[in-house]
C-alpha cells in the first residue's frame, strides 16, 4: 500500500519508558538500529532523554498521551508503524489510537490479551482499516505469537506435505520460569475481574472462544478451549485445564477463519507425562487451577496475590536469564500428525514478547513487500504477518520447529524453574 507523505517515521514506539517499551526498545536498538528511520514517544520528556543517553540513541523523542488526542493524532500521522505498549488498552484509549491509525492508514502491533478490547476494535475499526489499507494487528506477545504461528506452521505443514487439512491442535507449556506464572496471574486477574463486574453475560463472551469471528462466518459447535482434566492417550500423560488459552484460542480461530485452515478445534492444556505418575500432579493441577481462578474472582483475595506479586522496575533485566518452551500437536482431516515447538533460552516470557512485538512492528516497516496480500483491517500475527513473522522471530533467538509427530509420548512433565 501507499503511505501518506505525512508518515515520516518507519516506526514510533509509544510507551517506550515502560517495562515492557523499554524491553522492546533495547531489542530495537541492538538489532535494527541503523536500519530504521524511527523515534520515541511516552509522556515524560525527562524519561525519553535518559533512555536515549542510556542506550546512545540518536532519534527524535515525542510527548503523546492516551488522554490527548492531538498528541495521538501526530504520532499516528508520522509513522508506518506504531508500536504501543501503553495499556490497559480498554482503560487507557487503547481504541482512540486504533482509530486514528485506521484514519491515517498506519499499521498499528499492541500486545494486549483482553479479547474484549480486541472485539471493539474490530467493531469500531475493521470495515475502515480494510479499504484503507491499515493492518491493526493486536496480541503480538506471548499472547497470542506462539499460538498463531505456531497454529499456522501446523497448518502449512500438513497442507504442503501431506494434503491435508488442518483439525485439531492441542497446545500445551512443557517449562518456563516462575515469572511468566505473575504475568499469567496479572492477564487472569483481568478477565476475572470483568467477570465479577458483568455477570453471567460477561462470562459467556469472555468464554467464548468465536467471540471473534468475522460477521458471516459459521460458528461451528462450542467445545472446551482450555481442556480438562483426563487422560490424553495421543500425548501419553494427563490433562490439566490450561487457562492460558482463553485468550489464544479467540486469536486462532479468527485466524481461521480468515486463513481458511478448516474445521479447526483448538484445545489448551497442561500435561503431565505418564499413565500412572502423572494423574496425581494433573489432579493437583486441576483442583489448584480452580482455586486460584476463585481467588481472583473474588475482589479482596484478587487484591491480596496481585499485591503479593514480585513488582520489577521498568526495563530492569532479571538477575537471571528466563525461559519457555511451549508445544503444539496438530492433526489433519487424515490422521496425520504434526508437532511445533516454540522455545528460548535467552528470556522468559515477559522478555520475550518485547521482542515478539519489536519484530511484529519490524516486519511491518521492513518487509512490506513479503507480507501475505490480504490487505489491510484488524487482523492477527498469522494473518497479517504470515510467515515473515516466523523467520523474524527465528533471526531473533526464539527457536520454532515442526516435525511429523509419530505418537511416541513426551519424555517429561511440564517444569516450572
Request: charged letters at 20%; glycine letters at 10%; one cysteine or more.
Given at each position: 500500500?501507499?503511505?501518506?507523505?505525512?508518515?515520516?517515521?518507519?516506526?514510533?514506539?509509544?510507551?517506550?519508558?515502560?517495562?515492557?517499551?523499554?524491553?522492546?526498545?533495547?531489542?530495537?536498538?541492538?538489532?535494527?538500529?541503523?536500519?530504521?528511520?524511527?523515534?520515541?514517544?511516552?509522556?515524560?520528556?525527562?524519561?525519553?532523554?535518559?533512555?536515549?543517553?542510556?542506550?546512545?540513541?540518536?532519534?527524535?523523542?515525542?510527548?503523546?498521551?492516551?488522554?490527548?488526542r492531538s498528541s495521538l493524532e501526530a504520532l499516528a500521522?508520522?509513522?508506518?508503524?506504531?508500536?504501543?505498549?501503553?495499556?490497559?488498552?480498554?482503560?487507557?484509549?487503547?481504541?482512540?489510537?486504533?482509530?486514528?491509525?485506521?484514519?491515517?492508514?498506519?499499521?498499528?502491533?499492541?500486545?494486549?490479551?483482553?479479547?474484549?478490547?480486541?472485539?471493539?476494535?474490530?467493531?469500531?475499526?475493521?470495515?475502515?482499516?480494510?479499504?484503507?489499507?491499515?493492518?491493526?494487528?493486536?496480541?503480538?506477545?506471548?499472547?497470542s505469537v506462539p499460538a498463531d504461528l505456531g497454529v499456522?506452521?501446523?497448518?502449512?505443514?500438513?497442507?504442503?506435505?501431506?494434503?491435508?487439512?488442518?483439525?485439531?491442535?492441542?497446545?500445551?507449556?512443557?517449562?518456563?520460569?516462575?515469572?511468566?506464572?505473575?504475568?499469567?496471574?496479572?492477564?487472569?486477574?483481568?478477565?476475572?475481574?470483568?467477570?465479577?463486574?458483568?455477570?453471567?453475560?460477561?462470562?459467556?463472551?469472555?468464554?467464548?472462544?468465536?467471540?471473534?469471528?468475522?460477521?458471516?462466518?459459521?460458528?461451528?459447535?462450542?467445545?472446551?478451549?482450555?481442556?480438562?482434566?483426563?487422560?490424553?492417550?495421543?500425548?501419553?500423560?494427563?490433562?490439566?485445564?490450561?487457562?492460558?488459552?482463553?485468550?489464544?484460542?479467540?486469536?486462532?480461530?479468527?485466524?481461521?477463519?480468515?486463513?481458511?485452515?478448516?474445521?479447526?478445534?483448538?484445545?489448551?492444556?497442561?500435561?503431565?507425562?505418564?499413565?500412572?505418575?502423572?494423574?496425581?500432579?494433573?489432579?493437583?493441577?486441576?483442583?489448584?487451577?480452580?482455586?486460584?481462578?476463585?481467588?481472583?474472582?473474588?475482589?479482596?483475595?484478587?487484591?491480596?496475590?496481585?499485591?503479593?506479586?514480585?513488582?520489577?522496575?521498568?526495563?530492569?533485566?532479571?538477575?537471571?536469564?528466563?525461559?519457555?518452551?511451549?508445544?503444539?500437536?496438530?492433526?489433519?482431516?487424515?490422521?496425520?500428525?504434526?508437532?511445533?515447538?516454540?522455545?528460548?533460552?535467552?528470556?522468559?516470557?515477559?522478555?520475550?514478547?518485547?521482542?515478539?512485538?519489536?519484530?511484529?512492528?519490524?516486519?511491518?516497516?521492513?518487509?512490506?513487500?513479503?507480507?501475505?496480500?490480504?490487505?489491510?483491517?484488524?487482523?492477527?500475527?498469522?494473518?497479517?504477518?504470515?510467515?515473515?513473522?516466523?523467520?523474524?522471530?527465528?533471526?531473533?533467538?526464539?527457536?520454532?520447529?515442526?516435525?511429523?509427530?509419530?505418537?511416541?509420548?513426551?519424555?517429561?512433565?511440564?517444569?516450572?524453574?
Open positions: 500500500m501507499s503511505f501518506p507523505s505525512t508518515n515520516g517515521f518507519d516506526l514510533i514506539v509509544f510507551g517506550a519508558t515502560g517495562k515492557m517499551g523499554q524491553l522492546a526498545v533495547r531489542h530495537i536498538a541492538k538489532s535494527h538500529n541503523c536500519k530504521l528511520k524511527w523515534a520515541l514517544a511516552g509522556r515524560s520528556e525527562a524519561r525519553l532523554t535518559a533512555l536515549k543517553r542510556e542506550l546512545s540513541l540518536d532519534v527524535p523523542i515525542l510527548l503523546a498521551d492516551t488522554s490527548d500521522s508520522n509513522a508506518r508503524v506504531v508500536i504501543t505498549t501503553v495499556g490497559p488498552y480498554m482503560e487507557r484509549n487503547g481504541i482512540r489510537l486504533a482509530e486514528l491509525c485506521m484514519r491515517s492508514g498506519t499499521h498499528l502491533v499492541d500486545i494486549t490479551a483482553d479479547s474484549l478490547y480486541v472485539k471493539q476494535m474490530i467493531d469500531t475499526c475493521h470495515a475502515t482499516t480494510a479499504r484503507s489499507g491499515a493492518k491493526l494487528i493486536p496480541s503480538c506477545g506471548f499472547d499456522l506452521l501446523l497448518a502449512d505443514h500438513l497442507r504442503r506435505e501431506h494434503g491435508t487439512a488442518l483439525k485439531t491442535v492441542v497446545h500445551w507449556p512443557v517449562s518456563m520460569s516462575t515469572r511468566n506464572f505473575g504475568s499469567a496471574i496479572i492477564a487472569t486477574s483481568t478477565i476475572s475481574r470483568r467477570v465479577w463486574e458483568g455477570g453471567s453475560a460477561m462470562m459467556r463472551r469472555i468464554w467464548d472462544p468465536y467471540l471473534l469471528l468475522p460477521p458471516g462466518v459459521p460458528r461451528p459447535p462450542h467445545p472446551r478451549t482450555s481442556g480438562a482434566f483426563g487422560y490424553d492417550p495421543v500425548l501419553g500423560g494427563w490433562t490439566a485445564p490450561g487457562r492460558f488459552s482463553v485468550h489464544d484460542a479467540k486469536i486462532v480461530h479468527r485466524s481461521n477463519a480468515l486463513l481458511k485452515y478448516g474445521s479447526l478445534v483448538y484445545t489448551g492444556v497442561i500435561l503431565v507425562p505418564g499413565r500412572l505418575r502423572g494423574f496425581l500432579p494433573a489432579l493437583l493441577m486441576t483442583l489448584l487451577t480452580e482455586v486460584v481462578m476463585l481467588i481472583l474472582y473474588l475482589p479482596p483475595t484478587r487484591a491480596l496475590l496481585l499485591a503479593l506479586l514480585p513488582a520489577q522496575r521498568a526495563g530492569a533485566a532479571p538477575a537471571e536469564p528466563g525461559h519457555f518452551k511451549v508445544a503444539l500437536l496438530g492433526e489433519g482431516d487424515n490422521g496425520q500428525r504434526a508437532k511445533v515447538t516454540i522455545s528460548t533460552t535467552c528470556g522468559d516470557a515477559q522478555q520475550e514478547t518485547a521482542v515478539m512485538l519489536a519484530e511484529c512492528g519490524l516486519a511491518l516497516a521492513l518487509d512490506s513487500d513479503k507480507l501475505p496480500s490480504c490487505g489491510g483491517g484488524v487482523l492477527t500475527p498469522a494473518s497479517g504477518l504470515g510467515m515473515v513473522a516466523v523467520e523474524r522471530l527465528r533471526a531473533a533467538g526464539i527457536a520454532l520447529s515442526v516435525e511429523d509427530f509419530d505418537g511416541s509420548a513426551p519424555r517429561a512433565a511440564a517444569k516450572v524453574d
